[in-house]
Structure formats: C-alpha cells, structure tokens
C-alpha cells in the first residue's frame, strides 16, 4: 500500500494550498485518514482528520483556516488550507488506516505514512 502526497510549495503569507494524498495497492477498506506535519527539532503533530464517515477534528491552530475532506471512491484525503501563515511551514504527512487481509486470509488493519510534501510559507 502507499499513499502518495502532493499539493505542497512555496506561498505568501495569507495565501492558499491545497495538499491531496491518494492510496493505492492493496487493501478493503480505509478508516480514518490524517495530515500531521513536522518542523525539524520538533515532534509530528497532527493538524486535522476525517473519519470513514466524514467526521473531522483540527487543531487549533488549524481550525477555521483548514478543512480537510475525502472522496472515498478515490481514496484521496485533502486539506484546503487557507490563510497560510509562517508558522506553518514544516513538511506535511498524509497517514492512513487501513482494513485488509493477510497473505493467509486473516483480516488485519495497518496505519501507512506518506512520504511528505513540503510547505513553505514566506513573510
């Protein structure tokens, strides 16, 4: 399985970005999705999540300028993130739960990462 990042760049403060991830391979179903992002030095934190049904949760730093949203039929998660500030420049992982089977039919679940798309947001 491998989920794929894309969305990130450079912007101005007060700009906008949107990041996507899709998951390929193989697997049943997908769960809960997430974009965490990380500053060197720093723990990986996460920004926001989506739930299977739709459900969201942000941080507060994210809340009211970030929305997170899937297409199930596309297995994408993305995040629209609005009104960019410098602080949050840091790289941004994708992650993913997922439901499957093993090799010998027994079912199993799994989280997968991204591999990370830069945001820089200049001053």
């Known amino acids: 399985v491998q989920l794929q990042a894309s969305g990130g760049g450079l912007v101005q403060t007060g700009g906008s970005l949107m990041l996507s991830c899709a998951a390929s391979?193989?697997?049943?179903?997908?769960?809960?999705m997430g974009w965490h992002r990380q500053v060197p030095g720093k723990e990986r934190e996460l920004v926001a999540s989506?739930?299977?049904?739709?459900?969201?949760a942000y941080a507060d730093s994210a809340k009211g300028r970030f929305t997170i949203s899937r297409d199930n039929a596309k297995n994408t998660v993305y995040s629209q993130m609005n009104s960019l500030r410098p602080e949050d420049t840091a790289v941004y992982y994708c992650?993913?739960?997922?439901?499957?089977?093993?090799?010998?039919?027994?079912?199993?679940?799994?989280?997968?990462w991204g591999q990370g798309t830069l945001v820089t947001v200049s001053s």
């Open positions: 992650e993913a739960d997922f439901y499957g089977y093993t090799d010998y039919g027994e079912p199993t679940v799994w989280r997968s």
């Open positions: 391979g193989r697997f049943s179903s997908i769960n809960g």
């Open positions: 989506i739930s299977a049904g739709g459900n969201t």
